[in-house]
């Protein structure tokens, strides 16, 4: 059994904008998270022993899997803002986005179970520790105009409890509008 759940890496020259951003977050006890490992996830992790099977059902579910832009929106704590545990990055919730994210729900069969409304973002640091109301002398709000072309989806493998470093299971490649799937 692996933890498992689908994502959208993050590259290129987007992934280079989010760890200048990493460089300029404010001195509060916080894990930032690696370059490699930085990523949109699209459905809450699930046990799987059928990875080959699981790879299939992505593809079938992708039907015609076009690439998209993906917009990033905004630099700020989160969850929630009164009470935060990350540092992240927002992005628009376009209409390709989240169709692409309730069809690997369906997919799946994890929709009846998401609660958490969809809120798309990019975790870049991780607050850490009795930091008290530390990270509130530090804003870090503001407009991020990064974008980045979506052109895979990656079905990962979550670290183990307290690790680092997820591992890439299978990569789906999607086309462009001119290409034709296969």
Not at 67 to 77: A, G, N
């Amino acid at each position: 059994m692996r933890r498992v759940f689908i994502g959208i890496r993050i590259q290129g020259d987007a992934r280079d904008a989010l760890l200048e951003l990493q460089e300029g977050l404010p001195p509060i006890p916080m894990r930032r998270i690696p370059k490699r490992d930085l990523h949109l996830t699209l459905t809450p992790p699930w046990m799987e022993r059928d990875v080959a099977g699981a790879s299939k059902r992505i593809r079938d579910a992708l039907e015609r899997p076009f690439s998209f832009p993906l917009k990033f929106k905004y630099l700020e704590y989160g969850p929630h803002p009164d009470d935060p545990r990350l540092i992240w990055v927002t992005c628009q919730a376009s209409k390709r986005l989240i169709e692409l994210k309730e069809r690997m729900l369906k997919a799946f069969g994890r929709k009846p179970k998401e609660h958490v409304p969809f809120i798309p973002h990019v975790t870049i640091a991780r607050l850490i520790g009795s930091y008290g109301n530390d990270w509130k002398d530090h804003h870090v709000g503001k407009n991020v105009p990064i974008e980045m072309e979506v052109e895979a989806i990656e079905l990962l493998q979550s670290p183990h409890k307290g690790g680092v470093g997820y591992k890439t299971l299978k990569r789906v490649r999607l086309h462009r509008e001119e290409e034709t799937p296969r």
